[in-house]
């Protein structure tokens, strides 16, 4: 089971740090990442990270300013969002994947968390 959380109401140019935990003692054998979604258009892929944290992957867009991180030991994925825009104002879901697939497709995630929202005001 997912839980995220550490969406919120910020300004544009101010940041956010979204927390994913996770459930259960296998939490290292899980590829995981983040996409996010707008009412009415399709699941955007954010980021995805390695089961170990070595490998990371982000959407072209969002490069240089969100980093995603895990933390094996407590169970938590991390997104820190930066020099956040109104653009970014969406539902942000954590997902895990049980392999090494660690690409955008969301249909290769088999477990997606509720979702929290991320609103960025001009």
């Known amino acids: 089971q997912l839980q995220a959380s550490g969406g919120g109401l910020v300004q544009a140019g101010g940041s956010l740090r979204l927390s994913c935990s996770a459930s259960?003692?296998?939490?290292?054998?899980?590829?995981m990442g983040w996409f996010r979604q707008v009412p009415g258009k399709e699941r955007e892929f954010v980021a995805s990270i390695s089961r170990n944290g070595g490998n990371t992957y982000y959407a072209d867009s969002l490069k240089g300013r969100f980093t995603i991180s895990r933390d094996n030991a407590k169970n938590t994925m991390y997104l820190q969002m930066n020099r956040l825009k109104p653009e970014d104002t969406a539902v942000y879901y954590c997902?895990?994947?049980?392999?090494?697939?660690?690409?955008?497709?969301?249909?290769?995630?088999?477990?997606w968390g509720q979702g929290t929202q991320v609103t960025v005001s001009s």
């Open positions: 997902v895990a994947n049980g392999g090494r697939y660690c690409g955008p497709d969301p249909d290769k995630y088999a477990f």
């Open positions: 259960g003692r296998t939490f290292n054998t899980y590829s």
